[in-house]
């Protein structure tokens, strides 16, 4: 996939960026305030990033086991400004969809990438000044928010950068909607280009990039999806006294009280299991009627009933 570099939505599988079309640069380093937990993640992403959508799995076990050593600040990217621009053969939408179908196959998360074909979305910027707006309501509120959205945009195929697909998953996250269109219109856009400032001081130049920092000068960047380990060893690098929580596999469906909707690859990870092995264990509760099942062309999500 070299002819994909540095656009933004064909993600490089080898690297697991999905890079800017022109990425910034700075001498300039952003500067990470230490929270009250011992170590502080910024976390550029986006919701239309395909390889951010990658790295669920990953993440959802990081929290899991260590998610009492760390606090997320999740920044917005802004990864499609527009269409005017063409880069690494990538003009229109439809030039999209097999790629985001191949990141599926890739990252065995489900990715319907018809939605480029169907209802393909002209930006991101909206869902980013969304999520600006979720944040400034409830940050906790904010990330269930965002993952709604990510479902809808990858397994229902929705264009979220249209108010009306927006709504109802505001909605489903138990946000004021209206609170939440006032601080779209007003507010939320402004943090966003205070996002994309802080982005191009820091330096980054593709999503995802995790900038992990104990609020001393001690700072390590992972950039793009990388395997469960390469985040484990930076949060043991910063805060060495870390333990890690196990996770239980007693109750095959506990997970889900954690976690209301859960991939294959996001169950396996979890609990260290190959895909083969956890595919079964959710098609038998699945059978059994405990469990719910929504299945596209590359893949399942469960969730509990």
Same mark, same amino acid.
């Given at each position: 996939?070299?002819?994909?570099k540095?656009?933004?939505?064909?993600?490089?599988? /080898?690297?697991?960026?999905?890079?800017?079309?022109?990425?910034?640069?700075? #001498?300039?380093?952003?500067?990470?305030?230490?929270?009250?937990?011992?170590?502080?993640?910024?976390?550029?992403?986006?919701?239309?990033?395909?390889?951010?959508?990658?790295?669920?799995?990953?993440?959802?076990k990081?929290?899991?086991?260590?998610?009492?050593?760390?606090? +997320?600040?999740?920044?917005? =990217?802004g990864?499609?400004?527009? !269409?005017?621009?063409?880069? $690494? $053969? +990538?003009?229109?939408?439809?030039?999209?969809?097999?790629?985001?179908?191949?990141?599926?196959?890739?990252?065995?998360?489900?990715?319907?990438?018809?939605? !480029?074909?169907?209802?393909?979305?002209?930006?991101?910027?909206?869902?980013?000044i &969304?999520?600006?707006?979720?944040?400034?309501?409830?940050?906790?509120?904010?990330?269930?928010?965002m %993952?709604?959205? %990510?479902?809808?945009?990858?397994?229902?195929?929705?264009?979220?950068?249209?108010?009306?697909?927006? /709504?109802?998953?505001?909605k489903?996250?138990?946000?004021?909607? #209206?609170?939440?269109?006032?601080?779209?219109?007003?507010?939320?856009?402004?943090?966003?280009?205070?996002?994309?400032?802080?982005?191009?001081?820091?330096g980054?130049?593709?999503?995802?990039?995790?900038?992990?920092?104990? =609020?001393?000068?001690?700072?390590?960047?992972?950039? =793009?999806?990388?395997?469960?380990?390469?985040?484990?060893? /930076?949060?043991? &690098?910063?805060?060495?006294?870390?333990?890690?929580?196990?996770?239980?596999?007693?109750?095959?469906?506990? +997970?889900?009280?954690?976690y209301?909707?859960?991939?294959v690859?996001?169950? #396996?990870?979890?609990?260290?299991?190959?895909?083969?092995?956890?595919?079964? +264990?959710?098609?038998?509760?699945y059978?059994? $009627? /405990?469990?719910?099942?929504?299945?596209?062309?590359?893949?399942?999500?469960?969730?509990?009933?």
């Amino acid at each position: 996939m070299s002819d994909t570099k540095n656009n933004a939505l064909l993600c490089d599988p /080898v690297t697991g960026l999905c890079e800017m079309p022109s990425a910034p640069s700075s #001498a300039e380093g952003g500067t990470i305030k230490k929270g009250i937990k011992p170590i502080t993640i910024i976390y550029y992403t986006d919701p239309i990033c395909s390889s951010c959508w990658g790295i669920e799995p990953q993440l959802r076990k990081l929290k899991l086991e260590y998610g009492e050593y760390f606090e +997320i600040d999740y920044r917005m =990217g802004g990864l499609l400004p527009d !269409w005017s621009y063409n880069s $690494g $053969g +990538i003009s229109k939408p439809s030039d999209v969809a097999h790629h985001w179908d191949e990141a599926s196959h890739y990252y065995q998360m489900p990715i319907d990438g018809d939605v !480029w074909l169907e209802d393909p979305l002209d930006s991101s910027y909206p869902s980013c000044i &969304a999520m600006k707006a979720a944040q400034m309501q409830d940050p906790t509120k904010a990330i269930t928010f965002m %993952r709604i959205l %990510r479902e809808g945009l990858y397994l229902d195929k929705k264009n979220i950068a249209k108010w009306e697909n927006i /709504v109802p998953a505001a909605k489903q996250a138990g946000l004021d909607t #209206a609170k939440m269109k006032t601080d779209y219109d007003n507010g939320a856009k402004e943090l966003f280009q205070k996002d994309l400032e802080l982005a191009r001081r820091m330096g980054v130049r593709g999503f995802p990039t995790l900038f992990f920092s104990d =609020g001393t000068t001690n700072q390590l960047t992972v950039y =793009g999806s990388k395997p469960y380990d390469a985040y484990e060893k /930076v949060i043991l &690098a910063l805060y060495p006294d870390a333990k890690k929580k196990k996770i239980s596999n007693d109750d095959p469906l506990g +997970i889900f009280s954690y976690y209301p909707t859960l991939a294959v690859k996001e169950y #396996a990870e979890i609990l260290n299991i190959s895909t083969t092995k956890a595919e079964e +264990i959710l098609e038998q509760h699945y059978k059994k $009627g /405990v469990l719910n099942k929504k299945s596209i062309k590359n893949g399942s999500l469960y969730s509990k009933k």
